[in-house]
Antibody, heavy 128, light 113 residues
Framework: EVQLVESGGDLIQPGGSLRLSCVVS????????MDWVRQAPGKGLVWVSR????????SYADSVRGRFTISRDNAKNTLYLQMNSLRAEDTAVYYC?????????????????????WGQGTMVTVSS | DIVMTQSPDSLAVSLGERATINCKSS????????????LAWYQQKPGQPPKLLIY???TRESGVPDRVSGSGSGTDFILTISSLQAEDVAVYYC?????????FGGGTKVEIK
């Protein structure tokens, strides 16, 4: 069974740091680009970051660039999101998602595909 | 960034009736080289993560019932649930993946009338 399981969410004070993890199983992790997408309480979906298969290409939403870092460990089947200088507006459920292989195309630096498998999410609350 | 606008924000439909959701992109998401629209639809039930329903604007993901269909091209797209069932109660999102960053519509909440 294909599975993505996020962890690491917590209540953290503004300016603090947190590292999220997403452990995957049921597919060959190293063959797929991966996303982080977040959803503030009662709000819609917002893409946060994307990483290619070997970490040579990463991209970020403007709202998190310079504060968040996406990475992966293919040997551990794990995706990470290091979140620094957290703000109240970063409060959200953070989902990891697998970038689909059945539509679109990828270049060496970008991938134009939907996301076909999502984890259950982990809640990050930034508040004093 | 490409802006995705969905309408309506919510709709209530009787069981067995048709539900129609609109999605408009601020620029075309049709790639001329392969004539594919880089547009996906997701369903999110309460307390659950999103689920991919449709990609390339009209191709159903495996396991998605055929009462769910997508149509449209260029900048205007529609998600149709032909005969609403109780399990279809959810928020539906469109997403463009023609350009980076990928962007989502604001969502449409579907309820039972």
């Amino acid at each position: 069974e294909v599975q993505l399981v996020e962890s690491g969410g917590d209540l953290i004070q503004p300016g603090g740091s947190l590292r999220l993890s997403c452990v995957v199983s049921g597919f060959t992790f190293s063959n797929y680009w991966m996303d982080w997408v977040r959803q503030a309480p009662g709000k819609g979906l917002v893409w946060v970051s994307r990483i290619n298969r070997d970490e040579s290409s990463v991209s970020y939403a403007d709202s998190v660039r310079g504060r968040f870092t996406i990475s992966r460990d293919n040997a551990k089947n794990t995706l990470y999101l290091q979140m620094n200088s957290l703000r109240a507006e970063d409060t959200a459920v953070y989902y990891c998602a697998r970038v689909a292989a059945h539509d679109g195309y990828c270049t060496s630096t970008s991938c134009y595909r939907s996301s076909d498998i999502w984890g259950q999410g982990t809640m990050v609350t930034v508040s004093s | 960034d490409i802006v995705m606008t969905q309408s309506p924000d919510s709709l209530a439909v009787s069981l067995g009736e048709r539900a129609t959701i609109n999605c408009k992109s601020s620029q075309s998401v049709l790639l001329s080289s392969n004539n594919k629209n880089y547009l996906a639809w997701y369903q999110q039930k309460p307390g659950q993560p999103p689920k991919l329903l449709i990609y390339w604007a009209s191709t159903r993901e495996s396991g998605v019932p055929d009462r769910v269909s997508g149509s449209g091209s260029g900048t205007d797209f529609i998600l149709t649930i032909s005969s609403l069932q109780a399990e279809d109660v959810a928020v539906y999102y469109c997403q463009q993946y023609y350009n980076t960053p990928v962007t989502f519509g604001g969502g449409t909440k579907v309820e039972i009338k």
